[in-house]
């Protein structure tokens, strides 16, 4: 079944496209949530504007990450985390918190876009990369350091 999108809809299309898709789908998806309509002439002449603004947008926005990406490429967030004597940490580094790291830099990073291969579960030097879109990453180096504990000294009285 031919359906014009009405929204940006992941691994489907843009606005504005017309997608084949099943009839299922259509039907009980895509036309009851507002995402499509059947494709008509009509239904593609009363959504060309919106199509040119959203393709507007999607240009400054990929502008705009790709700034973003070129500042963050090579940049160094320093965490501390609990470890062992061994360099093992008690858990691991979630990306929220190298995202936040970074953010605290004055780096526009948000939560979802830091792709961790691997938990990152030792102190020292890992390379991570920030997916901003499928074509566009950087890479940015994560140093995990032992938290220092601080222990009471008697005294002496």
């Known amino acids: ?36 309509k059947i494709a008509t ?11 040119e603004k959203r393709s507007l947008e999607r240009v400054r926005e990929r502008s705009r990450l790709e700034e973003i990406a070129k500042s963050v490429q090579g940049a160094e ?15 691991s580094v979630p990306s929220k918190q190298i995202a936040a790291n970074l953010r605290s830099q004055n780096f526009e990073v948000a939560d979802e876009v830091v792709v961790l291969a691997e938990h990152i579960k030792q102190v020292g030097t890992h390379q991570v990369t920030l997916k901003f879109a499928d074509d566009l990453t950087a890479t940015v180096n994560v140093v995990i350091v032992p938290e220092q504990t601080t222990t009471a000294e008697p005294d002496g009285t």
Do not use: H, W
Request: hydrophobic share 45%; net charge positive.
């Open 77 to 91: 967030a320093v965490i501390a985390a609990k470890a062992n004597e061994q360099g093992i940490l008690f858990g």
């Open 41 to 51: 002439r009509e239904n593609v002449r009363a959504i060309a504007k919106e199509k």
């Open 1 to 36: 079944m031919k359906v014009l999108l009405c929204e940006d809809v992941k691994k489907l299309g843009l606005l504005g496209d017309i997608v084949e898709t099943s009839e299922g789908y259509a039907r009980n998806y895509l036309l009851p949530c507002g995402l499509a």
